[in-house]
């Protein structure tokens, strides 16, 4: 086990008709003025924003709102909503949303923070955060686990990039959390979310050693009740025991805790999704299981306990002939569950076909975004990147 040191400061409001107390709650927290960031007009047309916002006037918070986020979110919304926050004195920035609406918070946070640098220059990594604006969030997607990380990731329309900063400045200091809200999510964006919430806590257990027992029973546990409540709700969408599982899920997922003491983070797949959703501007999570069968077959063999271990205890599968039929049978039956709630696993089952050229491009961007070299179960360089878009098509 490696030494580590764990921080997760947000105060998790839990519950039906959570969304409710965000006025009062605020209110604790000493603020007087904030920006409600929002995405479409879901948040309008399900009156949630109205709810959110009557809310905060009863508690006598004054507040100006952005929406317009989009799923990938963008640099110019951030520079946008700083703008605005400065402008209106905002004291907070309240995202009412699922991840791309935290994220798109944070980033603004960041850079009202700091007006007098671009943001970008962050998650570009040519400086990094001094400061955040506080940021609070109404969770309506269970995802990205966004509510109690301290990562977010922003794209820059203009140069196709899309790059993610981790920083503690950023971690919500409450996350309100009703699982009702994500009944209405249509089907697809339920399965992608929970595919997004697997791959973090996949992203932290493929590791070289060190690894804590302890922890590794929680990201099992989770992983296993990620897998059945995703077919649950693939089956019968309005379960709220199962949308309640899977919430909770999203936020351990990537407050750290399915990684401690264990060597570092893998992360490849995200990178490499990052990539793709900078040049093809893909679902995320789709994007993730496109990506993760090419990879886990491309590393497997040198992170062989691992796979085993998650074959057999998280995907059920018994002792083959050879712990590598295990891995594989693993892999494969992870791949398996992916189809089976109607994500792809494949770029072209993705609805990209990327050419040689856009190939190398993206595994150049991520090379040159990661360092040059990225991954614990398997460092991988530039061209083991392309390898695996290649195998993912």
Known sequence: MFDF?????????????????????LRELGVSRVLIHYGGGSAVKSGLLGRVTA????????????????PNPRVSKVREGARLALQFGAELILAVGGGSVIDSSKA??????????????????????KACLPVACVLTI??????????????????????????????PRLAIMNPELTASLPPYQTAAGCTDI????????FTQGGNMELTDQIAEGLMRTVLKSALILRDDPSNYDARAEVMWASSLSHNDLTGLGAD????????????????????????????WPAWARYVYKNCLPRFVKFAVNV??????????ATALAGIAALEDFFR?????????????????????????????????????????YEADMAAIYRMAL
Request: with cysteine; charged share 25%; net charge negative.
């Open 55 to 70: 809310s905060l006037d009863e508690a006598g918070i004054a507040h100006a709102s952005l929406g317009g986020v989009v």
């Open 264 to 291: 570092g983070m893998d992360f490849v797949s995200h990178g490499m999704e990052h990539e793709l959703g900078g040049m093809f501007d893909v679902t995320h999570g789709a994007g993730l299981s496109a990506v």
């Open 198 to 205: 697997l791959m973090h806590t996949l992203e932290r257990y």
């Open 108 to 129: 603004i946070g960041y850079a009202a923070a700091e007006p007098e640098h671009d943001v970008w220059e962050i998650y570009d990594r040519k400086r990094a955060p």
């Open 340 to 380: 089976s709630i109607h994500m792809p696993v494949t770029l072209r089952e993705l609805g990209v076909e990327p050419t040689e050229e856009q190939i190398l491009a993206m595994a150049a961007s991520f090379a040159k975004s990661s360092g040059g070299k990225k991954g614990t179960a398997k460092v991988l």
């Open 315 to 324: 995907m059920d599968i018994q002792p083959q002939v050879s712990d590598e």
């Open 142 to 171: 269970a995802a990205a686990g966004s509510e109690m990380s301290n990562s977010s990731v922003i794209t820059n329309e203009e140069t196709g990039e899309k790059r993610g900063c981790r920083s503690n400045l950023c971690r």
């Open 5 to 25: 040191e764990y921080f997760a400061p947000t105060r998790v409001i839990f519950g039906r008709s959570a969304e409710e107390r965000t006025g009062a709650l």
